[in-house]
């Protein structure tokens, strides 16, 4: 568990959360900005569970990709509801994908977590969108539910060390796993992690990962 619980920067991003207007904006202006924010969930016993978001992609209903693309049905629901709310879908009929709603209700917006880094755990514990949701612990039961700490789960902003990142700190490129829509350059990822799902082309793999450096732990 890499739960904190003195007073530390840390500790006091975890308590913040993003409000609901953040999310009230396209998929593809939101993504890059939640590259470097905090994805914590409460445990049972109190603690908080958390890593730091360094790969998204943005799915907009006016492209092939997008499960609202075609037609609104009870699976696909929560994606045409209003932004900040979390939107967890089944792939391959085994593993979960945890989304962000996002702009603007009747309208299918999102933004899907694609990896996160979990400071105190293995690098590439969370790099995948499935890797992710079972770290975490999110499944169905998490559809539609607000991305909130009164909720259990949330996304709190970026903490210090991490407030500077730029957009020259992200790469941003084509999303991978879809079988339409992959020219669309709607994939960014924080290039000096090493818990990124895929790399782009000729981008290496850093020798170390800086996340323990800038968030002083």
Known sequence: ?????QATPIATTLSQFLPQSFFARPAEQLAPELIGCLLVKRQPTGELLWGVIVETEAYSQDEPACHGYRRRTPSNETLFGEPGRFYVVVSYGIHHCVNVVTHRPDWANGVLLRAAAIPGEPERLAAGPALLARCFGIDRSHDAQQVHPDQGLWIAPRPPGLAALAAADLVQTSRIGISQGQ????????????????????????????????LGL
């Open 1 to 5: 568990m890499n739960s904190i619980t």
């Open 183 to 214: 020219d669309l350059p709607w994939r960014w990822y924080w290039r000096a992690s090493r818990s990124v799902s895929r790399r782009a082309r000729g981008d290496r793999q850093p020798p170390y990962d800086e996340l323990m450096f800038l």
